[in-house]
Nanobody, 125 residues
């Protein structure tokens, strides 16, 4: 069982930056995919970024590509999301998720069985 806890959310003005962290209780060898998802009020949850941990390859939603960076801090055993040039449309609850993967890549469409409780990000104009 993998337990995930997000931190780093907050309120910023448009154009600002935030960095989210996700601490995992354990990263087993089977967990190859780590991802960030978000959900705005009244909207469905959407994928933001994914990381294939075995090769550090990344995948981004078109709406955040070039502004957000997903990475893994092996020393801290955390998953990070650096968010720059934030826009009001980025407002929402951000969730960290983890999944095993039999593939040599990750995406945001596969089933992620492990989820954190979420952290709120609010971007004002």
């Amino acid at each position: 069982q993998v337990q995930l806890v997000e931190s780093g959310g907050g309120s910023v003005q448009a154009g600002g930056s935030l960095r989210l962290s996700c601490a995992a209780s354990s990263f087993t060898a089977a967990i190859k995919c780590m991802g960030w998802f978000r959900q705005a009020p009244g909207q469905e949850r959407e994928g933001v970024a994914a990381l294939y941990t075995a090769a550090s390859s990344t995948y981004y939603a078109a709406s955040v590509r070039g502004r957000f960076t997903i990475s893994k801090d092996n020393a801290k055993n955390t998953l990070e999301l650096q968010m720059n040039s934030l826009e009001p449309a980025d407002t929402g609850t951000y969730y960290c998720a983890a999944a095993p993967s039999p593939d040599s890549w990750c995406d945001l469409q596969r089933f992620y069985p492990y989820w954190g409780q979420g952290t709120q990000v609010t971007v004002s104009s």
